[in-house]
């Protein structure tokens, strides 16, 4: 079974940080990637930023780059998110997600079209006041 497993979210004042973790496990995909979406009420689920198993290629939204990391620890099977310089607009649900990557190359935009992707994890709330 296929597990995805965010935590790390809560309330946090602008400015602040937080990190988010993604305990992965129960997929067998030769090569994968583990992105991060996010949802704020009202409106669609976007791709914040993603991390390649192969390489550790990481691709950032435009909105977070200079201020989000994503990184992962592959002995504890976890991808993080690490937030600083959070902003009133970063408040929505963010879920991790696992896409099996099935040819050699894909373009950076690829990464961020939630449709692609196999898997996904229940989200956890974060939530920025200013």
């Known amino acids: 079974e296929v597990q995805l497993v965010e935590s790390g979210g809560g309330l946090v004042q602008a400015g602040g940080s937080l990190r988010l973790s993604c305990a992965a496990s129960?997929?067998?995909?030769?090569?994968?990637?583990i992105g991060w979406f996010r949802q704020a009420p009202g409106k669609e689920r976007e791709g914040v930023s993603c991390?390649?198993?192969?390489?550790?290629?990481?691709y950032y939204a435009d909105s977070v780059k200079g201020r989000f990391t994503i990184s992962s620890d592959n002995a504890k099977n976890t991808v993080y998110l690490q937030m600083n310089s959070l902003k009133p607009e970063d408040t929505a649900v963010y879920y991790c997600?696992?896409?099996?990557?099935?040819?050699?190359?894909?373009?950076?935009?690829?990464?961020?079209?939630?449709?692609?992707?196999?898997?996904w994890g229940q989200g956890t709330q974060v939530t920025v006041s200013s």
């Open positions: 997600a696992v896409v099996g990557l099935r040819f050699t190359s894909y373009s950076g935009s690829y990464y961020f079209r939630r449709n692609e992707y196999d898997y």
């Open positions: 129960g997929f067998t995909f030769d090569d994968y990637a």
């Open positions: 991390i390649s198993s192969s390489n550790g290629t990481t």
